[in-house]
């Protein structure tokens, strides 16, 4: 039985569960899906595992999907539809030495790390031992340069965007450095 369910039989499967999807709307109507009901243990094993297998594929190409979407709007916001994309730079704090800052935290460090460092705590930890915690976290952290691509409904979208979008459906709009 294993053997019948392969990549496109689950395709098939998937397609019959967007169309009742579809069908029933937003209602948490139960699934009718035959070809699965029919199914021995091993072969729904078998089924979950290339479910798991699909969704990290799917996974992988929505990641591949945002870089390019991202590459194509630096510094810029695209409307879609009631959606806003917004491709932005963004900072975020790398230790130089991550057997540094440990060696700092000593006896405190399962209250900064989870799993990574928790620059709030250690901060704290650093203001608990009188030091000034803006210099303790220049010292062990840099700030590294990433770009982000924020996907947000438009009224959860910052302001001064949906006011530069207007009521246009489908418009990109260059952003000002003091904009981002």
Same mark, same amino acid.
């Given at each position: ?6 990549? @496109? *039989? ?6 019959? +569960?967007? #169309?009742? $999807? ?20 091993q072969a729904l094993v078998f089924l979950r595992d290339e479910v798991e297998l ?20 630096? @510094? *810029? ?6 959606? +806003?994309? #917004?491709? $932005? ?6 230790p130089y030495d991550k057997d540094k800052v440990i060696e700092y935290l000593g ?43 924020? +996907? ?29």
């Amino acid at each position: 039985m294993t053997s019948e369910i392969n990549r @496109d *039989k689950l395709i098939a499967i998937l397609e019959e +569960v967007k #169309r009742q $999807r579809i069908l029933f709307g937003e209602e948490e109507e139960a699934l009718d899906l035959t070809d699965v009901d029919g199914l021995d243990t091993q072969a729904l094993v078998f089924l979950r595992d290339e479910v798991e297998l699909l969704v990290k594929d799917a996974r992988t190409l929505k990641s591949y999907i945002d870089d390019r979407i991202r590459g194509l709007l630096k @510094d *810029k916001v695209f409307k879609f539809g009631q959606r +806003v994309f #917004r491709g $932005r730079n963004a900072s975020k704090l790398v230790p130089y030495d991550k057997d540094k800052v440990i060696e700092y935290l000593g006896d405190d460090w399962k209250a900064a790390i989870r799993p990574e460092f928790r620059t709030t705590a250690i901060k704290a930890i650093a203001q608990k031992r009188g030091q000034n915690p803006n210099v303790v976290i220049e010292s062990l952290f840099e700030r590294v340069e990433t770009e982000t691509l924020d +996907v947000n409904p438009l009224n959860k979208s910052p302001k001064f965007i949906q006011e530069l979008l207007g009521d246009k459906e489908i418009n990109e709009i260059n952003l000002k450095d003091g904009d981002k």
